[in-house]
């Protein structure tokens, strides 16, 4: 894994003289009052986080919590007041013109909420500008441009204006835009807000399997806290320019750090940001098919419950005896393989409660979390769906 | 009746004179060499007009209307000219063209830099914008004053006059175009690492360009107005004609000259809007 980004205490005052507001910051003297008394404007107070090689980190807060003046902090579109950002252990803002040159050219990309795109390019030559001005030679640059175009869907395109697609369109332009330049890190400034919903959410996936394949470091601002859980691997909450928690979205979820963030998680739809693996648990009982029904049928006493699941020694799920068939086959002399029955749900650690919920309410026997190689994970009952959505 | 009090009188007019000849005996080279560079501009210019055959002008004429807008609007203009060389004013109206075009040429040569500074200092900015709105409400009459001053009679001094009067529209249109290049666009550039000046040159510039092309229409069309009047000063062409009719109260011949400026101004404006028509992106 690896640190790629480390910000240190970062603080970004806009105003005549913005170092001279520093020392009253310290004092706590608040952003209202500073703005009142001096005309200085504080978009981001003493900020500190480290962002992990190939993860995608979200910057969640409202308007004017900070988060659009903080990402540009990190390609230095903003100059912060006082702080460090190291970038793979480099202190960017000690960078000359050539080097900070350099760094836009090759490590990192943006992209940006209302797409940023020319208008007075075609399409193509959108995604070419980051190669154009790197020098790359002009047969090169258009072989990489088609190409990434194709990769995010937008093949046949390229010589149509920016204004003539759609909003998703255009998007996915500023996205291809950014990935040409092969950029380590990409920082997406609510690249999907201006997005209707059903393009959003396909926005939002495709982000997913791009990420999937390219193994980049993503820092991504929202004010959307579902987009946040969904996209995060971690999510930093922001408010007045200060940080409030940073935390893996289960994290949060279990422990808001305080009023502010409690109120934020209330809004949230769990049921599209818990998987099955948050919660689901470990089988009290489980029965080992060379075990033999006498076993199983003690487990099941032993435990209180009616039904259990059988496995063999790797642990793989081989099905399910309830209680009464056991009984009877005891009583007949079957075997427990010969009782085994099927008709439960099986699904992966990573599903949603969202696609739970019809299982849990369909079957009557617990949802059994599999990993591929059919290995038995957990189990998730019923009542832990619903409870968990409340 | 109270008049005015005599001991008040305060001549500042021989302070300006004086400072004029202070300047024509200390940088007098420097006045004659823009004079002269000018001038030689100028003429080469009008010396193709007046070499141009007429049925050569007509044909140009026509193809520049088609090109820059439609066959309709070529056969009118070619027309129109055509009227213009019935009056007898066909040299006049080279003349007059001559001077527009030098003014014109003058005027994007300073203007379109300027109003580019202008875009990126807010300072230049503050102080510029009085200056340009003085320029404009200005009668086009008082530019006639300096330029008489620093280079005489004739036609330097005219196209001194109408560059000054012409010009605020390209520097304030070049400007604004720049401005108002979303904050984004700009931000998207700089952060590929491009320098300013391809942040200018690859993404400013022709962002701004239908903008500063709607500039330079205004700009010519201004420069045509005051060439009119520069005539005043010793520029031959339709202006001339008008001020002699107006001398003379000849109708027939003001009411031709007139028309003909006219004819002038409808082609240009409306061959430097064509032209800045096509500058604009699908939308």
Not at chain 1, 117 to 144: A, M, Q, S
Not at chain 1, 149 to 171: F, I, R, T
Not at chain 1, 338 to 353: A, M, N, V
Not at chain 2, 66 to 84: A, C, D, E, M, P
């Amino acid at each position: 894994m690896g640190i790629k980004v480390k910000v240190e205490n970062v603080t970004k005052i806009f105003g005549r003289n913005p170092k001279s507001i520093l020392p009253k910051i310290k004092k706590g003297t608040s952003k209202e009052t500073i703005l009142a008394e001096t005309g200085h404007a504080v978009g981001v107070n003493n900020v500190s986080f480290e962002v992990n090689k190939g993860e995608i980190f979200v910057i969640m807060g409202l308007s004017g919590s900070g988060k659009s003046t903080l990402i540009r902090c990190l390609n230095l579109l903003n100059k912060p007041t006082e702080g460090k950002i190291f970038i793979d252990g480099e202190n960017i803002i000690d960078y000359d013109n050539k080097q900070l040159k350099e760094f836009r050219q090759k490590k990192v990309a943006m992209v940006f909420q209302h797409f940023g795109l020319f208008t007075h390019r075609t399409v193509l030559n959108n995604v070419v500008y980051g190669l154009e001005i790197r020098g790359i030679p002009e047969e090169e640059r258009y072989e990489i441009a088609r190409k990434t175009l194709a990769s995010v869907g937008l093949e046949g395109w390229e010589d149509k204006y920016p204004n003539q697609l759609s909003g998703g369109m255009q998007q996915r332009v500023g996205l291809a835009r950014a990935l040409a330049n092969d950029p380590d890190i990409l920082l997406m400034d609510e690249p999907f807000s201006a997005l209707d919903p059903l393009i959003k959410r396909e926005m939002q996936q495709e982000l997913l399997d791009i990420q999937s394949r390219l193994k980049k470091t993503i820092i991504f601002i929202t004010h959307d806290i579902n987009e946040a859980f969904k996209l995060g691997e971690r999510v930093a909450i922001m408010k007045d320019g200060i940080i409030e928690q940073i935390d893996t979205p289960d994290e949060i979820l279990a422990a808001p750090k305080n009023e502010y963030i409690k109120n934020f998680v209330r809004d949230i739809d769990r049921s599209k940001i818990l998987q099955a693996k948050n919660i689901m648990f470990k089988p009290s009982a489980l029965v080992s098919i060379k075990d033999g029904l006498k076993i199983a049928i003690k487990e099941m006493e032993q435990s209180g419950i009616s039904s259990i699941f059988v496995v063999d020694t790797d642990r793989k799920l081989l099905g399910l005896i309830t209680i009464d068939d056991a009984l009877k086959a005891l009583k007949e002399n079957h075997k427990l393989k010969d009782i085994l029955i099927h008709d439960y749900f099986t699904t992966g650690p990573e599903t949603y409660i969202q696609e739970l919920i019809p299982m849990a309410t369909e079957s009557k026997y617990p949802i059994a979390v599999m990993d591929e190689e059919n290995r038995l994970l957990g189990i998730i009952v019923r009542v832990s769906v619903l409870s968990n959505l409340v | 009746m109270s008049e005015f009090p005599d001991f008040l009188r305060f001549e500042i007019g021989i302070y300006v004179d004086n400072f004029v000849k202070w300047l024509m005996h200390n940088h007098g080279e420097f006045f004659d060499a823009i004079s002269k560079g000018i001038l030689w501009f100028l003429l080469n210019i009008e010396k193709f007009l007046l070499w141009l055959p007429w049925w050569l002008a007509l044909v140009l004429i026509f193809i520049i209307g088609w090109r820059s807008k439609n066959l309709r609007n070529g056969l009118t203009f070619t027309f129109l000219i055509f009227i213009v060389g019935t009056f007898g004013l066909w040299d006049y109206m080279m003349m007059t063209l001559a001077i527009v075009l030098t003014s014109v040429f003058i005027s994007l040569l300073l203007g379109i830099p300027m109003g580019i500074f202008m875009a990126y200092s807010s300072r230049l900015n503050i102080i510029m914008r009085p200056i340009l709105d003085g320029m404009q409400t200005m009668p086009s009459f008082v530019y006639l004053i300096p330029a008489l001053m620093l280079f005489d009679m004739g036609k330097v001094p005219a196209i001194f006059a109408t560059t000054i009067y012409a010009i605020p529209p390209v520097l304030r249109l070049t400007d604004l175009g720049i401005r108002r290049v979303p904050k984004e666009m700009v931000e998207a550039a700089h952060s590929f690492g491009s320098s300013s000046w391809q942040t200018l040159t690859k993404v400013q510039l022709p962002q701004a360009l239908p903008t500063i092309m709607t500039g330079i229409n205004q700009t010519t069309m201004m420069a045509l107005a005051m060439v009119v009047i520069a005539s005043m000063i010793g520029a031959k062409g339709l202006g001339l004609e008008v001020l002699k009719a107006i001398q003379h109260i000849d109708i027939a011949r003001g009411f031709e000259a007139g028309i003909s400026i006219v004819f002038l101004a409808i082609i240009i404006d409306r061959v430097s809007q064509g032209i800045a028509n096509r500058f604009k992106y699908p939308e």
